[in-house]
């Protein structure tokens, strides 16, 4: 039996709601979890214009500046697909 690309369905983040500052993390975050581990997304919320940080990833993530929370979140799937993808042989 042969597999192709097209056939591969990479399940997505699961992205929590927003998450104000706590015990955990001191500034305003996401948390996406996927099979690997999870993602954490921070920005200082006071800010009219944050930047977003990911702070955490389930294998080190490259450094990148996101002013856009949306973009952050793609770039995590984005990368957790190149991830996993380079990790199959078909």
Sequence with gaps: MT???SEI???PINWSSIQLPNNECT??????ECGLGKF???WKGHKEHPRYDIEDSPVPFPYEVFYDLD???QACQRFLNTVILNCIQL
Excluded: R, V
């Design 3 to 5: 597999h192709q690309l």
């Design 27 to 32: 500034y305003h975050h996401l948390i996406g």
């Design 40 to 42: 954490l997304i921070t």
């Design 9 to 11: 369905k990479i399940i």
């Design 71 to 73: 973009d952050a979140k």
